[in-house]
Nanobody, 126 residues
């Protein structure tokens, strides 16, 4: 089992930046593809970004491409989401997720992820 804890959310104005962190405990995530998802009030959870277990491949939703960057530090068992040029439409609860271990391919589908954090709230005012 692995536990994921997100942090770094907050209330910011449009155009600002935030960096979300996801720290894993209980087991190393160095062999796990990792993803960030978000869910706005009244909407379904949606894919934001994902990174392969090696960090060599990254994927982004079209809505965040060019503004968000996902990265990982396997030595720290941590995944990051750098968010720049934030917009009010980015307001949501952001979740970190891990696929099963064993170097499984990265995915943009939430059902493919086995472990989830509790989320960190990001609110962007106009």
């Amino acid at each position: 089992q692995v536990q994921l804890v997100e942090s770094g959310g907050g209330l910011v104005q449009a155009g600002a930046s935030l960096r979300l962190s996801c720290v894993a405990s209980g087991r190393t995530i160095r062999n796990s593809a990792m993803g960030w998802f978000r869910q706005a009030t009244g909407k379904e959870r949606e894919f934001v970004a994902a990174i392969s277990w090696s960090g060599g491949s990254t994927y982004y939703a079209d809505s965040v491409k060019g503004r968000f960057t996902i990265s990982r530090d396997n030595a720290k068992n941590t995944v990051y989401l750098q968010m720049n040029s934030l917009k009010p439409g980015d307001t949501a609860l952001y979740y970190c997720a891990a696929r099963s271990f064993g170097r499984v391919a990265v995915s943009t589908i939430s059902d493919d992820y086995n472990y989830w954090g509790q989320g960190t709230q990001v609110t962007v005012s106009s």
